[in-house]
């Protein structure tokens, strides 16, 4: 006696969303619980940035060779060195991926009923969460060096999902490059050419007015640029369009997992 197949229909509408956030969640939440082994992760990504702030930023402030208007160069300076530090982060992330590959997890990620979009938007989630301690350390820091920055609980949430929001999209570019390159030896070059230029063509350092002509056109396009605005509005109260700044970013990393999403199958070829 035959038995004839059962058909199972993927699940459609509310509960197609609400799968799929299941498994994003699933995946970023594996990515999160790397952290358990070694804790010392998170205190060591403040050396940088204290650094950045205590020597580089001290030292200019000194010279007062930068026009920052109303504000302390330091002051300035922080929300920069929130979204350098994430982007440091998160620019490396698709070497997490080529061992993934190496060791077999990922093909086995590709076989279950996730779609790809939901491994890239997990791991670009996880790499958002390891970046948000910059945010309070940061801040904290900035403090001790007497500088004014806000207090207010409902702003630094909001600036952790800016910098979430940014590290996303950095690290789909890095998932990306994984899938294009296939090869931890050669992504770790291009992550290193690529990482210093998006950093020195952003505002993360100075203002738009005192660049170049040329570096300007660099900055409107650079996604750096618009986390360093939103940051600034939000930790120091400059004047910033958090509408255009918000939307650039959510518009990039929505296209980071798109693109990422195309290259994870490559990858596992």
């Not at 490059?177 to 950093?199: C, H, S, W």
């Amino acid at each position: 006696m035959s038995v004839e197949p059962v058909l199972v229909r993927a699940p459609r509408g509310w509960r197609g969303v609400r799968g799929l956030a299941l498994r994003i969640g699933a995946f970023a939440l594996v990515e999160l619980q790397k952290l358990r082994h070694d804790r010392t992760e998170l205190l060591t990504r403040m050396v940088q940035p204290a650094l950045w702030l205590l020597i580089f930023g001290q030292t200019f402030s000194a010279l007062r060779v930068i026009d920052t208007g109303d504000v302390s160069y330091l002051a300035f300076l922080a929300p920069g060195i929130i979204a350098q530090s994430a982007l440091f982060i998160s620019i490396f992330y698709g070497i997490q991926i080529i061992w993934d590959r190496d060791a077999g997890i990922l093909a086995k990620l590709m076989v279950t009923p996730a779609p790809a979009s939901a491994v890239v938007t997990g791991k670009a989630f996880a790499a958002g969460v390891r970046s948000v301690v910059q945010v309070v350390g940061v801040v904290l820091l900035a403090y001790l060096l007497g500088v004014h920055m806000t207090v207010n609980p409902l702003k630094i949430l909001a600036a952790m999902g800016i910098v979430v929001l940014g590290s996303a999209f950095f690290a789909c570019l890095s998932m990306t490059l994984a899938g294009l390159v296939r090869n931890r030896d050669r992504l770790m070059g291009i992550g290193q050419a690529i990482t210093m230029p998006l950093f020195f063509a952003s505002n993360a350092l100075y203002p738009v007015d005192v660049m170049p002509e040329w570096l300007r056109w660099l900055s409107t396009v650079n996604p750096l640029s618009y986390e360093v605005n939103a940051l600034r509005g939000l930790l120091i109260g400059t004047p910033t369009n958090a509408l255009l700044d918000v939307g650039v970013l959510v518009v990039a990393a929505v296209a980071g997992v798109v693109l990422a999403s195309a290259c994870l199958r490559r990858l596992v070829r």
